[in-house]
């Protein structure tokens, strides 16, 4: 059981500290931090920890522990990568359509809808696209503000 606890320990330093992508890349740095494993063990230590895979523009996907998102300090950087993936927002009457980098979408539309926004009635994610259902009476502007805590400059992407 020692040995577990001292791989799980390491398992949730490494993917806090650093920007592992692959199985292989984390048996790497554990081969390095003197701690076995096979790959085997890893995707089970991995599944038990409820480790996930989230969209990253220069790694494709990297891993993350989901109580460590909800430290604030990980949120900001995790935020961060995703919404620097917004190309643009335009409207529709009460809709709203964002675009964002191929793969991307769901992830974005997580963030928004984690937030529970009044101005939203609804979303749905595509590969690329989001689209989004304004509350009636909701202006334009009072959606962009609200986006504003996903992607700062959301402003600056309206065409």
Not at 125 to 147: H, K, N, P, Q, Y
Request: glycine share 4%.
């Amino acid at each position: 059981m020692r040995n577990k606890t001292k791989r799980l320990l390491t398992i949730r330093k490494l993917i806090e500290s650093e920007l592992i992508s692959s199985q292989e890349e984390l048996l790497f740095r554990l081969k390095e931090m003197n701690v076995e494993a096979t790959q085997s063990t890893l995707s089970r230590d991995l599944k038990f920890m409820k480790v996930a895979k989230i969209p990253h523009k220069e790694k494709g996907y990297i891993y993350v522990i989901p109580e460590s998102i909800q430290n604030e300090q990980r949120e900001e950087k995790v935020s961060a990568i995703i919404t620097d993936t917004i190309l643009s927002i335009d409207f529709s009457g009460n809709m709203a359509v964002i675009k964002t980098l191929p793969g991307y979408a769901n992830a974005v539309t997580v963030l928004i809808d984690s937030e529970n926004y009044f101005e939203i009635l609804g979303t749905i994610a595509g590969d690329d696209t989001i689209f989004i259902v304004m509350r009636e009476g909701v202006s334009r502007s009072e959606l962009i503000e609200a986006l504003t805590s996903v992607h700062p400059a959301i402003h600056t992407l309206y065409k």
